[in-house]
């Protein structure tokens, strides 16, 4: 998603040209190329798929969206099943219009996991609930931080459901790195993903997360709590960013190649 | 600040007429009408001021800087002793330019509250920490949550320092209750504030604070929060938003006072 003006072979073959090795896809670019032939160009190319983004959007109470959900939710982890990842990231949906209950809506999670963790277990796939930032609690995501998405996660089997740990999100939280441990030592880190958080933020605040450097977070220190928590796996860059999908994708793919190496390396 | 677009006569006056019998005032309006002439202008209304707004900013790092906001802090305590109010209202200030570290901001709060409780206390003035919302964490406030307001709040007597319940940044919060609750028992509610939580947020996040009732906020679940934590004090709508300051100030006025009405009493 941070260089989604380049096309997936494009993505690939700059991916190859910068040594990078993995690469977490979202699902619209994906079924655009096509499942079947992402999973043989990635493949082909030698390169990991870290996760796909996303499934999840879980909370509608109208039992035909509810259905719907659940479907594209199964949908989803065979795509992740196809594409040779083992981790399907879950933004977990916000509010239905006119409600005021963030606690019920919590639970309706809770209940479509029941449902989709034993799918995905059977298709080597796990889940991984990220919590967004609280400003995306009405709109986009009921689960606003790492205690939540653990405590979420928890009622199911690690190996089904965890968390995606983003420090765009849990930054300003002073309760995440203690998270972060109780995440580890369950096994419950399933994807850490890296965006700096810059001002002023845009209307609508979605687009507006910062290159790796240009803001307030401490990457070294956030990397520093998920591997002092055990975490070995891939560190993915997630930057939904209107300035940076204007340019050159190749030049914002470098660029955050050698921004990762300068801050979080 | 809900109807800046009215001066301080023409807001005494819309408070009279309908029957709203106090009024939080923000330091700059004070300071251009003077603050002498309002409080003899409130006081002979018979309005009460339920809080000055606002004092804080105290996370530079500068020595000069941290000198002039301490010395700012001392003026907004003489202000509210002036107007008749108990309470000042506290922003506690951003990250320093080029600064990523939240924690030792939030240090340096205590340490200006150590110096700014005891002057409070002399002019009969209570500090109310303002959590603000974890999106103004870098650029406003480093105090994200209620929690973190009452860790630093506990390291003073609660006459000197307490907290601000405003339903807009800690909506989302799974823990506020429990840390409302716990506010109450320490004795440290200094004011309880409503905003409504609609989206989409507007460029900058500052002006998009929602007239009650129009969003996702259930008003009188918070109200009940705070009551039960036996507090029994004004009940502030402070809303930031460019839409009703370009109208009627009055009509702004009326429709708040209906809406608090229909949402909140």
Not at 191 to 207: E, H, I, R, S
Request: aromatic share 6%.
């Amino acid at each position: 998603m941070t260089v989604k003006q380049l096309s997936i072979p494009e993505l690939a073959d700059a991916c190859l040209e910068l040594g990078v090795p993995g690469v977490g896809l979202w699902r619209e670019p994906v079924r655009s190329h096509g499942v079947e032939a992402t999973a043989k160009l990635v493949r082909e190319a030698g390169l990991t798929v870290t996760t796909l983004c996303r499934g999840g959007f879980l909370t509608a109470t109208d039992p035909a969206e509810r259905v719907a959900a659940l479907a594209d939710n199964r949908r989803a982890v065979e795509e992740a099943a196809a594409l040779g990842t083992e981790v399907l990231v879950l933004v977990s949906g916000g509010l239905p219009a006119g409600s005021r209950d963030l606690g019920a809506a919590r639970e309706r999670i809770a209940d479509a996991l029941a449902e989709l963790g034993p799918y995905a277990e059977q298709h080597g796939v796990r889940l991984a609930i990220e919590p967004l930032h609280p400003m995306f609690a009405a709109d986009r995501c009921v689960v606003s931080t790492l205690t939540q998405a653990l405590d979420l996660a928890e009622r199911f089997p690690a190996h089904q459901v965890g968390v995606t740990v983003d420090t765009y999100h849990i930054w300003w939280d002073d309760q995440a790195p203690a998270q972060i441990a109780r995440a580890g030592a369950g096994g419950r880190i399933h994807t850490f993903q890296l965006a700096d958080w810059t001002t002023p933020l845009p209307a609508g605040v979605l687009n507006g997360r910062g290159q790796i450097g240009d803001g307030a977070i401490d990457m070294r220190e956030w990397r520093g709590y998920v591997e002092a928590a055990g975490y070995t796996g891939p560190i993915e860059v997630e930057l939904f960013n209107d300035a940076l999908w204007a340019r050159n994708g190749r030049e914002v793919l470098a660029e955050t190649a050698e921004r990762f190496l300068t801050h979080a390396a």
